[in-house]
C-alpha cells in the first residue's frame, strides 16, 4: 500500500503558463479537498500490463482528489508527480557537482534522473536526461516552492520547451517583474540597499530635492512611522556642487524620484513612486541608457505603462538635478549617460491610445520641454561642448575618487602617489579627497575617468586618460537624433506648437538647421572616408583618434551617415566588428596587446554588449539592409540561447562574444550569474535585446536558434552572397576571413585555450543545417 495524491487532467490550463498561473490553478491549486491511502493493484492480461488505484479515505498527501488512475497512454503529454522538496533534495545532490545550486555543462553528475508520471501514481519511472531539461526541472521546483507547493504535476513540456521560448516567456513574465522597482512607502526597504556603499554608516538614507518639499514631508512620515529601518531623510542643497557631492560621499543615500498621489485603502491621500526598472545584481537603482534599452524589451512586452512612469523619472531628474543622471544614487549627482530621453518619449507616445489626443500630446510637450533643458544646460554648454568645434564630449564635473567602485580598483594608480608622499593608500585617499594633498596628474586622471563612467563604457582603453578631451561619434550621433526628434515631433505631433520652459517658441526649421550643423561637423572631424569609419575627435589634440569601436554604427540609428556612408561601412568594415557571437566592441588591433600590468578592459574587445547590437541592428534595418541585421541578430541571440541552454537559465550583463562564453576574466566580473536554483532577473539590456532580436528573425531564423544551429553554419551562404551584392573583391573577403580567424585564437589565449573552467562554451554542430 502506499500513499500518493491523484489528480485529473485540466486542459484548460496552458501547461507554458507563467508559474504564478501554473503553480497556483488547476492540478496544482492551492485548495485542498481530502487526501487518500492508495492500493496499487497489478495484472497482465493479453501481453498488456495494467495498474489500477483503489483510493480510500484514510489520510495520505496533500493535494489529491478521487479519481482512478491507469496506465500511461502513449498518446497523451506526459506529466509527472513530484515531491517538490525531495526530489530538488536529489537533483541537487546527485547533479550539483560543484555546488554552485546550478545545473550546468560543467557539472560532472550523470545527467540524467527518473521521475514518476502523474496517469500511473508515481509508479511508472521515466528518465529525465542532459544539462537543460534538468536544470528546467531545477528551476520548476525553485518557482513551485514560490507559491508553496510541495507535490506538483509538472508537464513534461516545460522541461523539454523550446528555449526560444521558454526564455523569452522567462523575461516576459518573471524578470522584468523581478527588476522593478519604485520609490516609495512600501518599497524603500527593497530598494535602499546598496551593495556598492562601502562607507561605514549603512544606515538606508534618501535626499530628496530642495524645492521638493511634498516628497520631504512624505518620507519624514515614513521614517517616523517605520522607525525600525533608521531611515534618514535630508534635503539637498538648492545649488549642488561637486564639492558638495564630494562631502556626502561617507554617507551615500538614495536619490528622490517621481510620485503621484492615490487614495489608500481608508480613502486617504497619498504617494506612490513611478516605477522603473534596475539592470540587475548590484546595480539596484534606476540608470540613465540602461533604462532606455530595457523600454525597448518592455515595449515588446506591451509594458507601455512602465516605459511611461519610467520617462517621468527622467523628467523629474532634469527639473531637479539638471540631468539624467548615472542612476538616483547621491555619489552620481554631478554626471550624467548617454542621452536617449527623445526617442524613448516617441516610442511611448505613438503607443498611446488614439481617443486621447489632446492629453497625449501635452505629455508629449512636456517632456520634450525637458529634453530640450537637457539638451541645452547638460550637452550644448561648458564643459562638455567644445567650443572650437561646436561638438559635444562627455566631461562631467566632479572631484576626488569615485566612491562607488571596488575598494582595489585604483590602487595601481593610487600606488606610485602614496609612496612619494610616505603614505598609505588609505592615508592618501583621504588627504587627496579632502584636498590636504594636491596632485594635478591625479586630478587629470580622475576627470577622464569620471568621462568614462559617464560614457557607459567603463571601462575601455579607448577612453583611457583621454576621454573628457574627445568629441565621441557615439554622443554627437545621439544629440543629431534629439534635433531631428524635436523637429520631427514639431511638425508631426505638436501642430507646430511648441515652447521650452522659459516660453520661447520652438521652431522645427531651427531644430533641423541645428541637425543639419551638427552633420556637417561630425562629417568633418568624426567621417574617415580612407577607412570608412566614423573615429573619435581628440579637441586638445586637434586630431582623430584610431580605436576603431562599433559605436561606429550609432550614426546609422540616429540618421547621420549618407546612404554612401552607410554602404561603404557595411562593405569595407563591418567585417572587423562581427565574429561568431555578435558584434565586438571593438577590433583586437584597437585594443592592442594585453598582459598581467595591461589586463582586459570590458568594452574593448573580445566582449559583445547588448547595446552595441540593438542600435547596429536598428541601424542598418533603417538604410535598408534588414537582411544584415537580422543575422547580427541571430548570432547575438544564439550567444544568450545557448548561455541559457548550457548554465541553467543564465542571461548575464555581457558576453565574450568570440568564445561564446559569460565566463569572463575582466573587472567587475559579470552581473546576472549569481542565483540559486531558477534565475530571478536576468538582466535588464540583455533581456530587452533578446526580445528584441526575436523581431528581425525570419520563422526559418527562430527555428535554427531553438535548435542551437551555429550562426557561421547557418549563414555561410548568405554572407557569401552579400559579399557578392556589396562587390567585395577576393582580397577583401580573404582579410575578412583572415581578421575572424585571428579573433578567435586572440580569445582562447585569452582563457588559455579553454584551460580556464567554463572559459568556452562548447557546442555541438547539429546534424541538420538552414542555409
Known amino acids: 500500500m502506499s500513499e500518493t495524491p491523484t489528480f485529473d487532467v485540466d486542459s484548460s490550463i496552458d501547461v507554458h503558463a507563467p508559474a504564478s498561473t501554473y503553480y497556483t490553478t488547476g492540478d496544482n491549486a492551492r485548495h485542498r479537498t481530502r487526501t487518500y491511502t492508495v492500493i496499487f493493484f497489478f495484472f497482465i492480461f493479453d501481453n498488456f500490463y495494467f495498474c489500477f488505484v483503489a483510493p480510500s479515505p484514510c489520510g495520505g498527501l496533500e493535494g489529491t482528489r478521487r479519481r482512478r488512475a491507469s ?22 545532490e546527485q547533479e550539483d557537482t560543484d555546488g554552485d545550486f546550478q545545473i550546468t555543462i560543467n557539472d560532472l553528475g550523470p545527467k540524467t534522473m527518473s521521475l514518476g508520471t502523474a496517469d500511473s501514481g508515481g509508479y511508472r ?10 536544470s528546467n526541472l531545477l528551476q520548476e521546483l525553485a518557482l513551485a516552492h514560490d507559491y508553496g507547493r510541495k507535490h506538483i504535476v509538472l508537464d513534461e513540456a516545460r522541461l523539454n520547451e523550446n528555449p526560444v521560448d521558454r526564455l523569452s516567456r522567462m523575461i516576459r513574465f518573471n524578470f522584468w517583474d523581478g527588476l522593478t522597482r519604485r520609490i516609495d512607502s512600501d518599497s524603500l526597504e527593497v530598494i535602499c540597499p546598496d551593495p556598492k556603499n562601502r562607507s561605514s554608516n549603512i544606515n538606508p538614507r ?14 519624514t512620515h515614513v521614517a517616523e512611522v517605520r522607525k525600525h529601518m533608521h531611515l534618514e531623510v535630508e534635503y539637498l542643497p538648492k545649488v549642488i556642487t561637486a564639492d558638495y557631492v564630494k562631502s556626502i560621499n561617507d554617507r551615500p543615500g538614495l536619490l528622490t524620484l517621481a510620485m503621484r498621489k492615490v487614495k489608500d485603502s481608508q480613502g486617504n491621500d497619498t ?7 534596475v539592470p540587475g545584481g548590484r546595480f539596484n537603482e534606476m540608470y540613465g541608457w540602461d533604462s532606455y534599452f530595457s523600454a525597448l524589451g518592455l515595449l515588446e512586452d506591451g509594458r507601455l505603462e512602465l516605459v511611461r512612469s519610467m520617462v517621468e523619472n527622467f523628467a523629474y531628474q532634469i527639473k531637479h538635478y539638471g540631468k539624467i543622471l548615472n542612476a538616483n544614487r547621491s555619489y552620481y549627482l554631478s554626471r550624467s549617460q548617454p542621452p536617449f530621453l527623445t526617442d524613448m518619449t516617441l516610442k511611448v507616445y505613438e503607443k498611446l491610445h488614439p481617443e486621447d489626443q489632446e492629453k497625449n500630446k501635452e505629455w508629449l510637450r512636456r517632456i520634450f520641454k525637458s529634453a530640450i533643458k537637457e539638451y541645452w544646460e547638460v550637452w550644448m554648454s561648458e564643459p562638455r561642448l567644445d567650443p572650437k568645434t561646436m561638438l559635444s564630449r562627455y566631461r562631467p564635473d566632479g572631484s576626488g575618487i569615485p566612491p562607488e567602485t571596488e575598494a582595489s580598483h585604483f590602487i595601481h594608480i593610487i600606488e606610485p602617489f602614496a609612496a612619494k608622499n610616505g603614505l598609505t593608500v588609505d592615508e592618501f585617499n583621504e588627504k587627496y579627497n579632502d584636498g590636504t594633498i594636491k596632485e594635478p596628474e591625479l586630478d587629470e586622471y580622475f576627470m577622464h575617468d569620471r568621462a568614462v563612467r559617464e560614457s557607459g563604457h567603463d571601462t575601455t582603453y579607448r577612453f583611457e586618460k583621454v576621454c573628457a578631451n574627445l568629441a565621441t561619434i557615439d554622443l554627437n550621433s545621439l544629440l543629431y537624433k534629439y534635433e531631428m526628434d524635436i523637429a520631427d515631433a514639431i511638425t508631426d505631433y505638436l501642430d507646430d506648437d511648441m515652447e521650452d520652459f522659459d516660453g520661447v517658441k520652438q521652431s522645427a526649421e531651427e531644430w533641423l ?14 567621417w574617415n572616408e580612407e577607412q570608412s569609419l566614423y573615429f573619435d575627435y581628440d579637441t586638445v589634440k586637434e586630431q582623430q583618434t ?40 571593438g577590433t583586437e ?16 574587445f573580445p566582449f559583445g554588449w547588448a547595446p552595441h547590437q540593438i542600435l547596429t541592428w536598428v541601424g542598418l534595418d533603417r538604410y535598408g539592409m534588414r537582411d544584415t ?12 540561447t545557448k548561455g541559457f541552454v548550457d548554465f541553467n537559465g543564465v542571461v548575464p550583463e555581457k558576453f565574450d562574444v568570440v568564445s561564446l562564453s559569460h565566463k569572463v576574466e575582466v573587472e567587475y566580473g559579470n552581473v546576472g550569474t549569481d542565483f540559486k536554483c531558477v534565475p530571478r532577473e536576468g538582466f535588464g539590456w540583455m533581456n530587452a535585446s533578446y526580445q528584441v532580436g526575436l523581431s528581425y528573425l525570419t520563422t526559418q531564423m527562430r527555428r535554427a536558434l531553438g535548435a542551437c544551429t551555429l550562426p557561421d553554419l547557418l549563414f555561410e551562404k548568405a554572407v557569401a552572397r552579400e559579399h557578392r551584392m556589396l562587390g567585395l573583391t577576393p582580397e577583401e573577403e580573404k582579410l575578412a576571413m583572415l581578421r575572424r580567424r585571428r579573433s578567435t585564437i586572440a580569445a582562447r589565449n585569452i582563457t588559455r585555450n579553454g584551460s580556464i573552467s567554463s572559459a568556452v562554451t562548447r557546442i555541438t554542430v547539429p546534424d541538420a543545417v538552414i542555409n
Open 206 to 219: 534618501i535626499y530628496v530635492p530642495y524645492e521638493d518639499e511634498e516628497a520631504f514631508e512624505f518620507y
Open 271 to 277: 504617494h506612490v513612486g513611478e516605477p522603473f526598472v
Open 513 to 526: 538647421e541645428r541637425a543639419k550643423q551638427r552633420r556637417e561637423r561630425i562629417n568633418t572631424y568624426l
Open 629 to 640: 541585421a537580422a543575422r547580427l541578430s541571430y548570432r547575438w541571440l544564439f550567444t544568450i
Open 589 to 604: 588591433e584597437s585594443r592592442g596587446v594585453t598582459s598581467l600590468a595591461r589586463p582586459n578592459r570590458q568594452w574593448d
Open 125 to 134: 519511472k521515466i528518465d529525465i536526461r542532459g544539462t537543460y531539461m534538468l
Open 546 to 585: 584610431t580605436y576603431e569601436s562599433v559605436t561606429t554604427f550609432w550614426a546609422l540609428w540616429a540618421g547621420c551617415a549618407s546612404d554612401e556612408q552607410a554602404q561603404s561601412m557595411v562593405k569595407h568594415s563591418l567585417s572587423k566588428f562581427e565574429v561568431l557571437g555578435g558584434l565586438v566592441s
Open 71 to 92: 496506465h500511461d497512454d502513449k498518446n497523451k503529454a506526459r506529466r509527472f508527480l513530484i515531491d517538490v522538496d525531495e526530489t530538488q533534495r536529489k537533483i541537487l
